[in-house]
């Protein structure tokens, strides 16, 4: 890590003078490849670096932060006190996100009056993307929308599990290319490439794009992208929570593997298994965003492209396979009691038989003795 810093400041002190402008723009996206290929905490150390360098970015190029605060937001509560404050402004979206998404902007955004990205998408499953706007911001979000959270989250674990991205705005159509999501800042009609449908559907269909291109297809790709960045952040919470409970379950394979007595009650198996009951649910349930995307293939494309660059699936699948090995360890606890419950149940019996017994041979020896 530190290598990789001091090479990264050491390249933020080259001059506009020393490169050549043709040279510029693939020296930059070589810069942020890597940095976005290290750890988290590196990355943020990086960008510290930066930072305080007064080298101007290349092309504007500019930040997307994604974090998750809490288990799920109310979002009917959220409108409600939006319309109590003065910062935040809330933006039209699609109907058929109502229940999902928020967009908002800055009510008085001195950079918005120029460009149209800097935007905050709130999503229902507890989390924050935020695009182009300083941490000052952020923290006012965060704290606005406290009120409205269900099972908050540790200031830690939202300060560990945060995805950063870097992104510009050009006049291609989106993308996400050596690790830099390009943007467009103006809608484009022609994005969504029309679909062979029956009458009845495409009349519907019909309907859908004529809402899409009002809402904008640059907010459209930004939501889409936002989506794959809220699905790792949430993804990466649940690692943080499974990585917990291994460590709450270390103590059993220690004992288990030195032989000794494991002393664990039936009830806290209970609680093990209905923990990685719970972490499974969360990991593999269906998004409600998933119907967004069955109709526009280009935003498909996009979120899709996001999640592979950012190891979704592969991270799934791994914690997947490691649920499954806890709930063997868990079904082998349960069996293990089980088994001790009945070999309790057993010594009971044999010690009732043999009371009985006992009583049989006094009883027998009374009547000997008077006969």
């Not at 794959?228 to 288990?256: C, K, P, R």
Request: charged share 25%.
């Amino acid at each position: 890590m530190a290598v990789c810093s001091a090479w990264l400041s050491n390249t933020y002190r080259f001059s506009s003078s020393t490169v050549p402008n043709t040279c510029y723009k693939t020296i930059w996206k070589h810069i942020a490849a890597v940095r976005l290929s290290l750890p988290l905490s590196c990355r943020r150390r990086l960008a510290t670096t930066a930072s305080a360098n007064v080298l101007p970015l290349p092309d504007q190029i500019l930040e997307v932060h994604a974090i998750k605060t809490a288990a799920n937001y109310n979002l009917t509560r959220l409108d409600a006190m939006l319309q109590r404050q003065s910062m935040f402004e809330k933006q039209p979206l699609l109907t058929e996100l109502q229940h999902s998404v928020r967009l908002l902007r800055l009510a008085k955004d001195t950079m918005a009056a120029e460009h149209d990205h800097p935007r905050l998408f709130i999503f229902s499953t507890g989390t924050i993307v935020s695009w182009g706007h300083s941490e000052n911001v952020l923290q006012a979000l965060m704290t606005l929308i406290r009120p409205v959270e269900s099972e908050s989250l540790s200031s830690t674990v939202v300060a560990q599990e945060r995805e950063v991205l870097q992104y510009q705005v050009t006049s291609k159509p989106p993308s996400l290319r050596n690790g830099v999501i390009n943007i467009s800042s103006q809608a484009e009609e022609d994005a969504l490439a029309p679909l062979d449908e029956s009458q009845v559907e495409r009349e519907s269909l019909m309907s859908n794009q004529i809402e899409d291109r009002k809402i904008g297809m640059g907010v459209l790709s930004q939501l889409s992208f936002s989506h794959a960045l809220s699905t790792s952040v949430e993804l990466g919470v649940l690692e943080a929570e499974l990585s917990q409970y291994a460590h709450q379950m270390e103590w059993i394979t220690t004992d288990i593997k030195e032989g000794r007595k494991i002393k664990i009650s039936r009830h806290h198996v209970l609680q093990l298994y209905g923990g990685l009951l719970s972490l499974r649910h969360d990991l593999n349930r269906s998004s409600d965003m998933n119907d967004f995307y069955w109709d526009r293939e280009p935003l498909e494309r996009l979120y899709e492209a996001t999640c592979r660059f950012l190891d979704v699936e592969a991270r799934r699948r791994l914690c997947n396979e490691r649920i499954n090995y806890h709930s063997e360890l868990v079904e082998l606890l349960r069996i293990t009691l089980s088994e001790r419950h009945t070999t309790l149940l057993e010594q009971a019996i044999i010690a009732l038989i043999m009371i009985e017994v006992l009583f049989e041979c006094i009883h027998y020896a009374e009547r000997w003795m008077v006969g």
